[in-house]
Nanobody, 124 residues
Framework: QVQLVESGGGLVQTGGSLRLSCAAS????????MGWFRQAPGKEREFVAA????????NYGDSVKGRFTISRDYAKNTVYLQMNSLKPEDTAVYYC?????????????????WGQGTQVTVSS
C-alpha cells in the first residue's frame, strides 16, 4: 500500500529555517500531485502547499506565501517543504499527502493518502 513518511521536523527559533521531507513509496510517484497540510493545537487542519504531478505548478496557502517553497525529486520519490522566516504561528504538526491524479488543490478531498506527520515547533 502507499506509504508517506515525513521527516525533518524539530525545534527552531523565530526567523529560522527548516526543511521537511516526505518519502513516498511506489513507482508511480510522478503520476500524483503532492501536498503539505498542518494542524496546530485547537485549530483546523490548514493547507500549506502543493505541487503538480509534473512539478510545473505550485499552490500555497496565504499564510506561507513568500516564506515556504515546495519541491519534488522524482529520482528519490520525495517531496520537500523548505520553510524560511519561521514564526511561532507556524508551530504545528505537518502532514504530507498524495493528491488524486491531476489535482493539487487546497482542500483535503483532493488528497487520498496521508503521512503520520512531523512536529515543527517555533519558539519566540
Amino acid at each position: 500500500q502507499v506509504q508517506l513518511v515525513e521527516s525533518g521536523g524539530g525545534l527552531v527559533q523565530t526567523g529560522g529555517s527548516l526543511r521537511l521531507s516526505c518519502a513516498a513509496s511506489g513507482r508511480t510517484f510522478s503520476t500524483y500531485a503532492m501536498g503539505w497540510f498542518r494542524q496546530a493545537p485547537g485549530k483546523e487542519r490548514e493547507f500549506v502547499a502543493a505541487i503538480s504531478r509534473n512539478g510545473g505548478g505550485t499552490n500555497y496557502g496565504d499564510s506561507v506565501k513568500g516564506r515556504f517553497t515546495i519541491s519534488r525529486d522524482y529520482a528519490k520519490n520525495t517531496v520537500y517543504l523548505q520553510m524560511n522566516s519561521l514564526k511561532p504561528e507556524d508551530t504545528a504538526v505537518y502532514y504530507c499527502a498524495r493528491g488524486r491524479t491531476g489535482e493539487y488543490g487546497s482542500r483535503s478531498f483532493n488528497y487520498d493518502y496521508w503521512g503520520q506527520g512531523t512536529q515543527v515547533t517555533v519558539s519566540s
